[in-house]
């Protein structure tokens, strides 16, 4: 059992320490892939792909989407573990 008691009325609940993080929502896989090609465009430097893929990510991301694209980016950035347990191209 948890020792995360939650507030069904506020978002991310409470428990005894002030504020408890509210888990990540499922990212959809559509956009999922949206994210790893946005990653391979960032990481390519690839304008134009981006504003491509930002446009058809606007049309779908929700506060969800848009924490799971910052994330990966970061992890891309600094060479943390993905999703998948594997490094990113920083560390390889």
């Keep these: 059992m948890s020792s995360e008691r ?3 009325d ?10 408890a993080p509210s888990r990540p ?3 959809p ?4 892939l949206l994210i790893d090609r946005m990653v391979l465009a960032v990481r390519a430097g ?3 792909a981006i504003r491509g893929l930002l446009a058809r990510l606007a049309q779908v991301a929700d506060v969800a989407v848009l924490l ?5 980016l970061d ?3 600094h060479g943390r573990p993905g999703s998948d347990g594997q490094r990113t ?3 390889r």
């Excluded at 506020?10 to 504020?19: C, E, N, Y």
């Design 68 to 72: 799971r694209l910052r994330q990966r």
């Design 25 to 27: 929502s499922a990212v």
């Design 89 to 91: 191209s920083v560390e």
């Design 6 to 8: 939650t507030d069904p």
């Design 29 to 32: 896989q559509g956009s999922e």
């Design 46 to 48: 690839d304008d134009p």
């Design 75 to 77: 992890e891309d950035v």
């Design 10 to 19: 506020v978002p991310g609940g409470r428990d005894d320490h002030g504020w």
